[in-house]
């Protein structure tokens, strides 16, 4: 949106900084690289109004193709729609001449408080490795388990499967013959889950496999809408404190955000508490009772 802002008023801003001729006829001049009616772009301020682009613009001027685009799609073509804009009055419009003081207004003011505020929203390195102590439940790798699964939808081949495992034999194997969903491509492979993931008619599951402790642990069956599971435990990660240096740079933007908006605040507190400013309550209490309304919407 903001981009979009600074093209637009940029517009209006481009016959400001070209030079206007006497006529629209004539030879050009030696420096004058276009000429739309009387007004005159001389060279140099072509340049100025390339390297005033954003990167991503002048990424686009790299070439003659790009450069010839942006002088006829853009210089031209803005300066010939401005002119156009003029000559049916719209430069005296006093909504249009509205927006442009608002703009205006709002440059300045943000002119105003990037001085107040330099220097003043810097984290250090202190701050950031304090802030770093004491938060950790904020770095912290939640709890999960690494885990597979035997599916079955019948208790005769539940006990099969029992059998053959109290046996010796290989989970994986035993889920890749047996399960009735899709992991048995996988040999019951169902990844990692954590805590308060899985939907509330597997509570029981998730319970299950967040009991066992130690890697290979088989649970004792579980049943869920969906039939019969046996979970075998691979791997647990997490319940430890992220690495300073892999958050560093997290903690050092959030806090020189806070700190800018702290600043702001101060410093708009400050100004204001140097200025004269007086409320009519009276008139604002009667606006407050017409709440807000206008005639129009009111009828």
Same mark, same amino acid.
């Given at each position: 949106? =903001?981009? !979009? %802002?600074?093209?637009?008023?940029? %517009?209006?801003?481009?016959?400001?900084?070209?030079?206007?001729?006497? $006529?629209?006829?004539?030879?050009?001049?030696?420096?004058?690289?276009?000429?739309?009616?009387?007004? *005159?772009?001389?060279?140099?301020?072509?340049?100025?109004? *390339?390297?005033?682009? +954003?990167?991503?613009?002048?990424? !686009?001027?790299?070439?003659?193709?790009?450069?010839?685009?942006?002088?006829?799609?853009?210089?031209?073509?803005?300066?010939?729609?401005?002119?156009?804009? =003029?000559?049916?009055?719209?430069?005296? $419009?006093?909504?249009?001449?509205?927006?442009?003081?608002?703009?205006?207004?709002?440059?300045?003011?943000?002119?105003?408080?990037?001085?107040?505020?330099?220097?003043? *929203?810097?984290?250090?390195?202190?701050?950031?490795?304090?802030?770093?102590?004491?938060?950790?439940?904020?770095?912290?790798?939640?709890?999960?388990?690494?885990?597979?699964?035997?599916?079955?939808?019948?208790? +005769?081949?539940?006990?099969?499967?029992?059998?053959?495992?109290?046996?010796?034999?290989?989970?994986?194997?035993?889920?890749?013959?047996?399960?009735?969903?899709?992991? !048995?491509?996988?040999?019951?492979?169902?990844?990692?889950?954590?805590?308060?993931?899985?939907?509330?008619?597997?509570?029981?599951?998730?319970?299950?496999?967040?009991?066992?402790?130690? =890697?290979?642990?088989? *649970?004792?069956?579980?049943?869920? +809408?969906?039939?019969?599971?046996?979970?075998?435990?691979?791997?647990? !990660?997490?319940?430890?404190?992220? +690495?300073?240096?892999?958050?560093?740079?997290?903690?050092?933007?959030?806090?020189?955000?806070?700190?800018?908006?702290?600043?702001?605040?101060?410093?708009?507190?400050?100004?204001? $508490?140097?200025?004269?400013?007086?409320?009519?309550?009276?008139?604002?209490?009667?606006? =407050?009772?017409?709440?807000?309304?206008?005639?129009?919407?009111?009828?």
């Amino acid at each position: 949106m =903001k981009k !979009r %802002i600074i093209f637009i008023f940029g %517009i209006f801003l481009l016959s400001g900084a070209l030079s206007c001729g006497d $006529s629209g006829k004539g030879e050009l001049g030696k420096n004058e690289l276009v000429r739309i009616n009387k007004l *005159s772009i001389p060279i140099d301020e072509f340049r100025q109004m *390339s390297e005033k682009q +954003p990167l991503e613009g002048k990424m !686009r001027l790299l070439d003659e193709k790009g450069m010839r685009d942006f002088l006829e799609n853009y210089v031209i073509t803005q300066e010939a729609l401005y002119q156009e804009a =003029k000559k049916k009055g719209f430069d005296k $419009s006093k909504e249009i001449l509205a927006k442009v003081e608002d703009f205006r207004r709002a440059m300045i003011i943000d002119a105003l408080i990037e001085e107040a505020l330099r220097g003043k *929203s810097e984290a250090t390195e202190e701050e950031i490795q304090r802030y770093y102590k004491e938060n950790k439940s904020l770095f912290t790798e939640p709890l999960e388990v690494k885990i597979r699964h035997i599916m079955v939808n019948s208790e +005769p081949v539940l006990k099969e499967v029992l059998t053959r495992l109290s046996k010796g034999e290989s989970f994986e194997k035993l889920a890749s013959t047996y399960n009735i969903d899709r992991t !048995r491509e996988d040999g019951g492979h169902l990844g990692y889950i954590r805590r308060g993931q899985l939907a509330p008619s597997f509570a029981q599951f998730e319970e299950a496999a967040f009991s066992l402790m130690k =890697k290979g642990d088989i *649970s004792e069956v579980v049943r869920t +809408p969906y039939g019969f599971h046996i979970i075998q435990l691979e791997e647990i !990660r997490g319940v430890q404190q992220r +690495p300073f240096e892999q958050v560093r740079e997290r903690i050092r933007i959030f806090l020189q955000a806070k700190k800018k908006q702290e600043a702001y605040l101060n410093y708009v507190k400050e100004v204001k $508490s140097k200025s004269t400013i007086l409320i009519n309550e009276k008139l604002w209490d009667e606006e =407050k009772k017409r709440g807000g309304k206008t005639k129009e919407d009111k009828k």
